[in-house]
């Protein structure tokens, strides 16, 4: 079906045009994009990429303010990994349907979802029917508590699980949590993986995970992981905050994609991962929210907002263009992911697009603005977003999500149930 969205302006590629375009999508791409004048519903309103997230984890929003004032491993063992043994079926449905309003109502068309030990393939299942574009895994561990780990047979037989519930626009990636919660098992199954097979996991994230023995003698989880073939361009690494000698030309050499977490970060005490210096070295980065229990929101934009102040720091307040940054939640992204007509505004592109529409003031202020892409990153998203497309299909329109199943029970309900079924996992009778 033929659609035309005539937009006063167009942020593409690190670059913003301020003038009428009209963009035409049929059969979920974009045909055209002319320069026209006209009146209509969108004439006030900013057309941009959809923007991707690469490293989120779906199952987590129903926790959000569950798990506060701890550092990685403690927020994990005495916190998330209770939650997250506790979900149900219907208790995860919930979960995601709450993170894809959100990422929907931020400008989000893309992402990478980490997945649980269990029930992902529900997850697939409400990825597919939403409409998102996704990457999605379920989270494979053999070592940690029995609630969240699973012997090597029984991971295996839920990966096909999850692999044959994928289709659409969504596709399988794997996906072990970390280097302590995976034995050589796992690690030697995951590397005869071809090239082209997409794998993700968390890498060099705390000072306490650095510390470990396993990792001590292996010179650094990068060269640990490369010790286990697990390294290269099908490889998305999360935070990698801790680099170690060579590390960084170990990313850069295989073409590995780090993708940035600066809250949970911060939120996590982990550290502050030195974006300028990585890129110096010619390795990919991207961006992700993470999970809402270590960041309470789900906004790529608000994210790019925190990484460029961060590198002003880490590095100048010039080291990193605002194009960069976009790029790192569009086009970037989208080739890290392995989707490669997807995060630009052109003819024979995906129709992933976002519409969003600044106050009168702040076009004002626009117009005089010395980085107009920074200025646009640093708007709130959630409250100018209008309308969010993916490959032509409307998920989203001033506040309302055509695509999403109806809960399965309410959001206050699933969070009470998964509280007390924590606890009951935890065998504790004080506050989890």
Same mark, same amino acid.
């Given at each position: 079906?033929?659609?035309?969205?005539?937009?006063?302006?167009?942020?593409?590629?690190?670059?913003?045009?301020?003038?009428? $375009?009209?963009?035409?999508?049929?059969? =979920?791409?974009?045909?055209?994009?002319?320069?026209?004048?006209?009146? =209509?519903?969108?004439?006030?309103? &900013?057309?941009?990429?959809?923007?991707?997230?690469?490293?989120?984890?779906?199952?987590?929003?129903?926790?959000?303010?569950?798990?506060?004032?701890?550092?990685?491993?403690?927020?994990?063992?005495?916190? &998330?990994?209770?939650? *997250?043994?506790?979900?149900?079926?219907?208790?995860?449905?919930?979960?995601?349907?709450?993170?894809?309003?959100?990422? $929907?109502?931020?400008?989000?068309?893309?992402?990478?979802?980490?997945?649980?030990?269990?029930?992902?393939?529900?997850?697939?299942?409400?990825?597919?029917?939403? =409409?998102?574009?996704?990457?999605?895994?379920?989270?494979?561990?053999?070592? =940690?508590?029995?609630?969240?780990?699973?012997?090597?047979?029984?991971?295996? *037989? *839920?990966?096909?699980?999850?692999?044959?519930?994928?289709?659409?626009?969504?596709?399988?990636?794997?996906?072990?949590?970390?280097?302590?919660?995976?034995?050589?098992?796992?690690?030697?199954?995951?590397?005869?993986?071809?090239?082209?097979?997409?794998?993700?996991?968390?890498?060099?994230?705390?000072?306490?995970?650095?510390?470990?023995?396993?990792?001590?003698?292996?010179?650094?989880?990068?060269?640990?992981?490369?010790?286990?073939? $697990?390294?290269? !361009?099908?490889?998305?690494?999360?935070?990698?905050?801790?680099?170690?000698?060579?590390?960084?030309?170990?990313?850069?050499?295989?073409?590995?994609?780090?993708?940035?977490?600066?809250?949970?970060?911060?939120?996590?005490?982990?550290?502050?991962?030195? &974006?300028?210096?990585?890129?110096?070295?010619?390795?990919?980065?991207?961006?992700?929210?993470?999970?809402?229990?270590?960041?309470?929101?789900?906004?790529?934009?608000?994210?790019?907002?925190?990484?460029?102040?961060?590198?002003?720091?880490?590095?100048?307040?010039?080291?990193?263009?605002?194009?960069?940054?976009?790029?790192?939640?569009?086009?970037?992204?989208?080739?890290?992911?392995?989707?490669?007509?997807?995060?630009?505004?052109?003819?024979?592109?995906?129709?992933?697009?976002?519409?969003?529409? !600044?106050?009168?003031?702040?076009?004002?202020?626009?117009?005089?603005?010395?980085?107009?892409?920074?200025?646009?990153?640093?708007?709130?998203?959630?409250?100018?977003?209008?309308?969010? &497309?993916?490959?032509?299909?409307?998920?989203?329109?001033?506040?309302?999500?055509?695509?999403?199943?109806?809960?399965?029970?309410?959001?206050?309900?699933?969070?009470?149930?998964?509280?007390?079924?924590?606890?009951?996992?935890?065998?504790?009778?004080?506050?989890?």
């Amino acid at each position: 079906m033929k659609q035309k969205y005539d937009v006063a302006g167009i942020m593409d590629d690190g670059f913003l045009r301020l003038e009428a $375009f009209s963009i035409e999508v049929d059969n =979920g791409s974009i045909t055209s994009i002319t320069g026209e004048t006209r009146d =209509g519903k969108w004439n006030n309103c &900013i057309a941009v990429p959809g923007l991707i997230q690469s490293h989120i984890h779906l199952g987590q929003t129903l926790f959000r303010g569950m798990a506060e004032g701890r550092s990685l491993l403690p927020w994990l063992f005495d916190r &998330i990994w209770h939650l *997250e043994g506790a979900h149900s079926r219907n208790t995860l449905a919930v979960s995601v349907i709450q993170s894809l309003g959100e990422l $929907f109502a931020s400008g989000c068309t893309g992402l990478l979802d980490m997945g649980i030990l269990r029930h992902s393939e529900i997850t697939v299942d409400i990825l597919r029917s939403s =409409g998102v574009r996704a990457l999605a895994g379920n989270a494979l561990m053999d070592i =940690g508590p029995e609630y969240t780990t699973e012997n090597l047979s029984w991971l295996k *037989e *839920e990966t096909n699980r999850v692999r044959n519930a994928c289709g659409d626009l969504v596709d399988y990636i794997y996906a072990p949590r970390f280097a302590l919660s995976c034995s050589d098992d796992i690690w030697s199954w995951l590397s005869d993986l071809p090239a082209g097979v997409k794998r993700t996991t968390h890498a060099a994230e705390t000072s306490d995970e650095m510390n470990h023995p396993s990792i001590m003698e292996a010179g650094g989880n990068i060269h640990y992981l490369q010790n286990r073939g $697990f390294i290269g !361009p099908d490889t998305i690494l999360a935070h990698c905050v801790h680099l170690l000698e060579g590390e960084q030309e170990i990313l850069s050499k295989s073409n590995t994609t780090v993708a940035h977490c600066p809250w949970a970060n911060l939120k996590l005490g982990s550290g502050i991962a030195n &974006i300028p210096d990585l890129v110096e070295s010619h390795i990919r980065v991207t961006l992700g929210s993470d999970g809402a229990a270590c960041n309470n929101r789900l906004d790529a934009a608000g994210d790019a907002r925190l990484a460029m102040g961060i590198a002003s720091v880490t590095g100048s307040p010039s080291s990193l263009p605002s194009d960069f940054w976009f790029r790192s939640i569009t086009s970037s992204a989208a080739n890290a992911l392995g989707w490669d007509n997807v995060g630009t505004l052109a003819p024979g592109y995906a129709a992933d697009l976002v519409l969003i529409e !600044p106050s009168a003031e702040e076009w004002e202020e626009l117009t005089l603005a010395e980085d107009p892409v920074r200025y646009l990153l640093e708007l709130d998203w959630p409250s100018r977003v209008r309308l969010t &497309i993916i490959d032509g299909r409307i998920v989203y329109q001033d506040g309302f999500f055509p695509t999403l199943p109806k809960l399965p029970m309410g959001i206050g309900k699933a969070r009470r149930e998964v509280h007390q079924k924590a606890f009951q996992i935890s065998g504790k009778s004080a506050s989890l």
